[in-house]
């Protein structure tokens, strides 16, 4: 009977340890072996939950690896502005501080942004993202990758009419894979010098990069060079065309014509015959090839500005969609800040009417106890105020000319205040400070809320003395700065 029961507890502590995340990594880790699989990720869903995951439960790589994948999603569905906002996302992500920072990682997400870049004809940013690239292959020590992303710069170099900078990448790629046994690589990077070493009738250095490009594994033992290479045919042909030998140019030319499938095969084969004919004087060839070369041309022209609308279309639905993301988002920020302002306002209103019922039971009982504490102390100001010694002292003071207070009033005035306030004598006076005879009869007339002029009178010190010597006492007497004011609401609270 218990067994069922027992297995269902199973269940639920494992649906438990199951929640820690490990399923999200484990689909991060799955989409990852998709990617590097080379198959096409298009769903946008799955990424977009991993992504927000992340950044709420994952590491700084986690968020980073997951934004990446995000982007390559995005990349496979044609949507570059959304990948491009992923891959910046990811890069943001990325803590280059931490020593554990995935610099693998953030590799990739400059690389996949050049790739974008490259695709939409932006040089300058794919030579910065590339440039990124470069640095974080060098953090992470993969040598060969930042070789790469450097070699990669040089096409871009082209791109911008810098044949001189493509040139100077090429060679100095080409030193850098020989000198770590990269053959292979360094003969493809030779090869992307060849046209730059021609057009300056460098046909020595030329050969030596044809030559070192043959013997590489990119090219067969009869000289048929690899998948996507084709373009290596036209120039062995221009070779061939420069050192004088129009024979194996024109065989190399058609060789580029035959068996290089794609628009800019086809437009070098006929611009290299072209050149060739240009250079035997056959003006019906020359024509032919001129025209044929000038139609795809035009065509690839065509082409490149369909997909630079498409671009420019994409960009505006990502934007459009963007601002109506923006909008929603706008909204519902909007209503849950009307919610708390009435949850605050009500928590305030019902805070505001408990408060008052509680004070309402102790109200009488306050107000009682103000009132004989204000009885008190108005009963002590009138025992003072209306004492025979101070009606004296008022009287004195208004004297013209005044008359000084003699030694029986001031002794007078020492029994009112004892009667009254037995602790005064020992407030103003402590075993760190003792006041004599004038700034104690200053203390006891300032109780007795005479003002600075009336004691200058009744004490015959100058106007104004008195004021200072009362900043003097309430530094004396609290160790604080303070003025005349200060002193005389320090006095007046003594009771």
């Known amino acids: 009977m218990l067994r069922p029961t027992v297995w269902m507890l199973l269940a639920v502590l494992l649906l438990v340890a199951c929640d820690n995340g490990e399923r999200q990594r484990l689909q991060l880790a799955e989409l990852e072996r998709q990617n590097r699989a080379d198959s096409l990720m298009l769903n946008d869903s799955l990424a977009c939950d991993l992504a927000e995951w992340f950044d709420r439960h994952g590491t700084r790589n986690e968020q980073m690896r997951a934004h990446y994948i995000l982007g390559r999603t995005y990349a496979d569905r044609g949507e570059s502005p959304a990948a491009l906002d992923a891959y910046n996302d990811a890069a943001d992500r990325a803590d280059t501080t931490a020593q554990d920072c995935d610099y693998h990682t953030l590799c990739l997400v400059h690389c996949q942004m050049a790739e974008i870049f490259h695709r939409h004809y932006q040089p300058l940013a794919a030579i910065a993202e590339l440039s990124k690239a470069q640095r974080m ?141 240009t250079k035997l004087g056959k003006a019906d060839s020359v024509a032919k090839y001129a025209t044929e070369g000038y139609s795809m041309s035009d065509s690839v022209y065509v082409l490149s500005e369909s997909q630079n609308l498409q671009s420019l279309q994409a960009m505006f639905d990502y934007t459009r969609k963007q601002l109506l993301v923006e909008q929603k988002t706008s909204e519902l920020r909007r209503a849950r800040l009307y919610m708390a302002v009435a949850v605050i306002s009500l928590m305030i209103v019902l805070y505001i009417v408990v408060y008052i019922a509680k004070r309402r039971s102790l109200l009488y ?131």
Not at 141 to 149: K, N, Y
Not at 205 to 220: C, G
Not at 243 to 250: C, H, K, L, Q
Request: proline share 2%; with cysteine; net charge neutral.
């Open 137 to 277: 292959a060098y953090k992470d020590r993969d040598t060969l990758m930042a070789i790469e992303c450097y070699f990669d710069q040089s096409n871009e170099y082209e791109r911008l009419g810098k044949p001189d900078s493509a040139f100077a990448i090429a060679t100095e790629v080409a030193q850098a894979f020989t000198m770590i046994g990269q053959y292979d690589r360094a003969a493809a990077a030779k090869n992307a010098t060849i046209l730059l070493l021609l057009d300056e009738h460098r046909t020595d250095d030329a050969k030596t990069a044809i030559e070192a490009f043959l013997a590489s594994s990119y090219t067969d033992s009869l000289g048929n060079v690899s998948r996507g290479r084709e373009i290596f045919y036209y120039k062995r042909g221009l070779y061939y065309l420069q050192v004088g030998n129009p024979d194996s140019a024109e065989y190399f030319f058609r060789k580029e014509l035959r068996d290089g499938r794609d628009v800019n095969n086809q437009i070098a084969g006929r611009k290299g015959l072209q050149l060739l004919y």
């Open 365 to 495: 009982a306050v107000a009682t106890a103000n009132y004989e504490s204000k009885i008190k102390e108005l009963s002590l100001e009138d025992r003072l105020s209306r004492s025979p010694i101070a009606k004296r002292m008022h009287r004195l003071a208004r004297c013209n000319p005044p008359e000084l207070a003699e030694a029986a009033d001031i002794s007078s005035l020492k029994s009112l205040i004892n009667e009254n306030i037995p602790s005064f004598l020992e407030t103003v006076n402590s075993s760190q400070q003792t006041l004599n005879e004038q700034e104690y009869v200053v203390c006891m007339l300032t109780r007795l809320a005479f003002s600075s002029v009336s004691i200058d009178r009744l004490t015959g010190v100058s106007e104004g003395y008195t004021s200072r010597l009362k900043s003097r006492l309430y530094k004396k007497l609290t160790g604080e700065e303070g003025n005349a004011k200060e002193f005389e609401r320090w006095i007046m609270a003594i009771r």
